[in-house]
């Protein structure tokens, strides 16, 4: 189940760029999970290459900004406090 295949990436014979070395795993509770006999240095980087699932895009809806920053004085809000009633 579990192969490595080492390659090297380069473009038009030139020298290679990057090692690539590709490793099966599968994903378990949101985990991915490679097998025993794996092991990767630490703060190695790594790319995860999903076939045939397509993940949707998540929308992004910034915080809205003033055209004119110097209008901020226009939004300034008044904080009133409401007097109890008298039990009415």
Not at 15 to 23: I, R
Not at 60 to 78: N, T, W
Request: hydrophobic content about 40%; aromatic content about 4%; glycine content about 6%.
């Amino acid at each position: 189940m579990f192969g490595r295949v080492p390659k090297e990436i380069s473009h038009n014979n030139a020298k290679p760029l990057m090692k690539v070395t590709t490793l099966p795993g599968i994903v378990e509770n949101g985990q991915i999970r490679l097998a025993d006999n794996v092991r990767l240095p630490e703060k190695a980087t790594v790319y995860v290459v999903i076939p045939g699932v397509d993940i949707p895009s998540v929308v992004y809806i910034g915080s809205p900004r003033l055209v004119h920053p110097e209008q901020a004085a226009d939004f300034k809000k008044e904080v009133i406090e409401e007097i109890q009633d008298a039990g009415v």
